[in-house]
């Protein structure tokens, strides 16, 4: 069965640093990866998606994230954090060709000034 | 096209009482999709629909919750009897019906049931 573990229930980091969270799925094919991202009162906004081709996807607002099938991970990564980066990010996989859409239980991103 | 839309956005009830929920897709979106949310999880999929068809029913949603899209357009999410355990963040959201079914997600609705 799919499933999306997300190690870091939150992370916190000081503006003007690099960041990465941490995203490993398990799917027997290849899969299709998603980045989201959530702040308070707001629905779900996509930052980048990868389905196949470079392994290095570059997504909105600066994040980027690479799939490495050996590791089974897709993680997420930002080279400079900015305080309006402070957010929920939930990593999310789905089947090929398929509907349904599995979440990980989100990583709380803090940004201190 | 201003994105998906739900409504309320807040829906406080008291137990036992039904609730309803709306979402407007976006227009030319033939997947539509409800998603669950409690505090500190993702979202957990409940149910979806190809145009007014209902494919999928998670084992979450229960015999009280039923969901409809009568047209194809905009769909209803019924709660009935709800019970402290309903609370939770409703989710919509649409999709164009492409291989990689990327998801574009309403506001959602927060239900509260006292």
């Known amino acids: 069965a799919q499933s999306v573990t997300q190690p870091d229930i939150h992370i916190t980091v000081s503006e003007g640093a690099s960041l990465e969270l941490r995203c490993n799925y398990s799917y027997g094919a290849t899969p299709y990866l998603f980045w989201y991202v959530q702040s308070p009162g707001q629905g779900l906004q996509l930052l980048l998606k990868?389905?196949?081709?470079?392994?290095l996807v570059q997504g909105i607002k600066g994040f980027e994230a690479e799939f490495k099938r050996s590791q089974s991970s897709f993680n997420l990564r930002k080279p400079s954090v900015h305080w309006s980066d402070a957010a929920e990010y939930f990593c999310a996989v789905g089947a090929d060709g398929g509907f349904k859409t599995i979440f990980g239980a989100g990583t709380r991103l803090f940004v201190k000034a | 096209d201003t994105g998906v839309s739900q409504d309320p956005r807040h829906k406080i009830t008291k137990r036992g009482q039904n609730v309803t929920f709306r979402c407007d897709p976006i227009s030319e979106h033939n997947r539509l999709y409800w998603y669950r949310q409690t505090l500190g999880q993702g979202p957990e999929f409940l149910t979806y629909?190809?145009?007014?068809?209902?494919?999928?029913k998670s084992r979450l949603l229960s015999d009280r919750f039923s969901a409809e899209r009568p047209k194809g357009s905009f769909s209803t999410l019924e709660i009935q009897r709800t019970e402290q355990g309903d609370s939770a963040m409703y989710l919509c959201?649409?999709?164009?019906?492409?291989?990689?079914?990327?998801?574009?997600f309403g506001p959602g609705t927060r239900l509260t049931v006292l």
């Open positions: 990868y389905f196949s081709g470079d392994t």
């Open positions: 629909f190809q145009n007014e068809a209902q494919l999928e």
């Open positions: 959201a649409s999709s164009p019906g492409l291989a990689d079914n990327e998801q574009f």
